[in-house]
């Protein structure tokens, strides 16, 4: 077992050097360059118009999975699981490539906020037409079931974010059923994200209904929109929506949208044998498959994501905050950027927090701050100074125990496994064990929700320019979030203090003071950003790399001829 641990490393070291070597940036990388600021100036979907649409048509696409729980609003919900919800569920808003809100008239044809005693007061007035699938009229009751299933009052309620529904003290109908007037106590500045989403009240009548009753059917008649399930069920490999004849807007422009559940690596296959439509390019890889390709093009965009890597402080090995900063030290982020984007010619600085995009005004580097940063010799150090001194094979001891860490790889993406092993090379030299496993792209959520790891790699995306601050403290200091529950203990009083100002930057100031120190814990450690860039069949319109966009889906589809 010895030699063979050693015969791993030794690989996983020459690996890691190969890859820095050749690396995108370098002279060798090909193709043009994508520079992150200049990707965050621009979006590419070949916005459209509806008159420039054809009507009917199939547009097919790919997801890795097609989850075992399709709420939305759980906390079991992944990526998957929102892209799947939106096609056939009620969305109240739409946003500019620049990320200016605009109300969906569908549902709501107005919406006013004012401030009242000091506590904000936002009036919803909902289309008389609006109603769900099964008939049940839209109207202020599922306002007030939604706020309900994610106050945080009844714990057994499993809902994805309490942000914001805490705040609310009651929600009441107006001057009739058809408006929702939401009450906040204290002024709550991010509001806007609140209600982005509505879902049927017998969605959310009881704890049961809300967590599991999705887990078993999609729930079509609970859904309202321009499309509607014809095929949909949890765990299934194909899902199928068609256009809604119950839908009182404009009809969608498509007669369906088929969604394929594949793993990444076989999405690009299914691009170019042309079994989907469109396909993100994740990886230099990616790129040189569809070079070439006949019909079709590429877009390319900022991508609103920052990948992070979760040093877990429940786990035994990583209570230790010392500990868990020599792990960081350990971690060399350029290098790994290199390896995740090989070949891709992708220049970016490294983040150093979560909150704010490099690309955004306000944004700092919190973590170069606290002196982060790859430090292998200060690793080694601080680990020596907690007891946990080089043993055999070069991996730490104390108390008997091996400083070995859990590290699940998710999906069989190469680019994933490169970053994986790389990252194992990287902490050996600290005289950290990082223990690989493999799992498929199914084992995400129990991965995620049941922390079964000691370190993960992951992704956090947003949609509008300020969301994090009022996802805040679901990612930093909620049960569902990354930081232990001293962390949470610590920080959301602090949060909930914050959501009372009423000066925007004083409270966007608060926001990354708080943010700093709780990343000056050592959970969580900022990686990298990433290009969005897709490749679609020429004439998809109102689709692609969309910046902070979010329009009509009914307005999706294939341009007319010119």
């Known amino acids: 077992m010895r030699l ?11 690996l890691l050097l190969a890859l820095t070597a050749c690396s995108g940036g370098g002279e060798d990388a090909k193709g043009e360059k994508l520079n992150r600021d200049e990707l965050a100036a621009k979006a590419e979907y070949n916005p459209q118009p509806r008159a420039n649409v054809k009507d009917g048509g199939t547009f ?22 929102v892209e799947l919800w939106k096609l056939y569920n009620p969305q109240l808003q739409y946003l500019s490539e620049d990320g200016r809100t605009s109300w969906n008239k569908n549902y709501v044809t107005d919406v006013s906020d004012e401030v009242s ?46 942000e914001g529904f805490s705040l609310i003290t009651s929600v009441k109908p107006g001057k009739n059923d058809k408006q929702a007037v939401v009450t906040y106590d204290g002024p709550w500045l991010w509001w806007e994200s609140q209600f982005k989403w509505l879902m049927h009240p017998d969605a959310t009548k009881d704890a049961t209904a809300f967590n599991t009753a999705y887990t078993k059917s999609s729930h079509g008649e609970w859904g309202a929109g321009p499309f509607r399930v014809k095929k949909l069920a949890p765990g299934g490999t194909t899902a199928v929506f068609e256009r809604n004849p119950h839908w009182w807007g404009e009809p969608s422009k498509l007669d369906r ?27 230099a890889e990616d790129l040189a498959q569809i070079k070439g390709m006949k019909n079709i093009e590429t877009r390319r965009a900022a991508d609103l994501s920052v990948a992070f890597m979760h040093v877990n402080a429940s786990s035994p090995k990583l209570r230790d905050p010392d500990v868990r900063k020599a792990v960081q030290l350990g971690v060399d982020r350029a290098t790994l950027q290199k390896v995740r984007y090989d070949g891709m010619n992708w220049e970016a600085g490294l983040p150093g927090m979560i909150t704010l995009y490099p690309f955004q005004k306000g944004y700092r580097d919190l973590y170069a701050e606290l002196g982060g940063g790859y430090d292998p010799e200060q690793a080694k150090k601080l680990l020596d100074e907690a007891g946990w001194t080089v043993g055999d094979g ?35 030299e600290i005289g950290v064990d990082l223990k690989l496993d493999h799992r498929n792209s199914q084992a995400y959520a129990d991965t995620y929700t049941k922390q079964d790891y000691d370190v993960f790699l992951m992704n956090w995306g947003t949609l509008a320019p300020d969301e994090n601050f009022f996802y805040f403290c679901y990612f930093y200091c909620s049960d569902t979030g990354y930081t232990d529950q001293r962390t949470v203990d610590t920080y959301a009083p602090k949060v909930q203090e914050i959501g009372r100002t ?48 979010f329009g009509p889906q009914a307005d999706i589809g294939w341009q007319k001829a010119a």
């Not at 109603?131 to 309620?157: C, Q, V």
């Not at 949208?257 to 990886?283: K, L, P, T, W």
């Not at 680019?415 to 990252?423: F, G």
């Open 4 to 14: 063979h641990h050693k015969a791993i490393a030794a690989a996983a070291s020459s």
């Open 60 to 81: 097919t696409e790919a997801l890795r999975t097609v989850p075992d729980n399709l709420n939305a609003l759980h906390a079991d919900a992944n990526t998957d699981t």
């Open 117 to 162: 005693g000091g506590n904000r007061v936002v009036t919803y007035t909902i289309n008389d037409k609006a109603e769900f699938n099964d008939g049940t009229p839209i109207d202020w009751r599922a306002f007030e079931a939604l706020w309900k299933a994610s106050n945080g009052k009844s714990k057994k309620y499993a809902p994805a974010l309490t």
């Open 257 to 283: 949208i088929v969604v394929r559940a594949m793993e990444y690596s076989a999405q690009i296959n299914a691009f170019r044998n042309g079994e989907i439509d469109a396909v993100q390019a994740h990886s």
């Open 394 to 428: 070069g991996v730490r001891e104390k108390d008997g125990k091996r400083l070995e860490l859990l590290f699940p790889v998710i999906g069989d993406a190469p680019y994933d496994k490169n970053v994986s092993v790389a990252l194992q090379a990287m902490l050996k």
């Open 502 to 549: 009423t000066d925007k930057q004083k409270a966007v100031d608060a926001f990354i003071k708080t943010e700093k120190e709780i990343l000056g814990t050592w959970q969580v450690l900022p990686m990298y950003n990433a290009p969005k860039i897709w490749a679609v069949k020429k004439g998809l319109a109102n689709f692609g790399a969309d910046l902070f966009f």
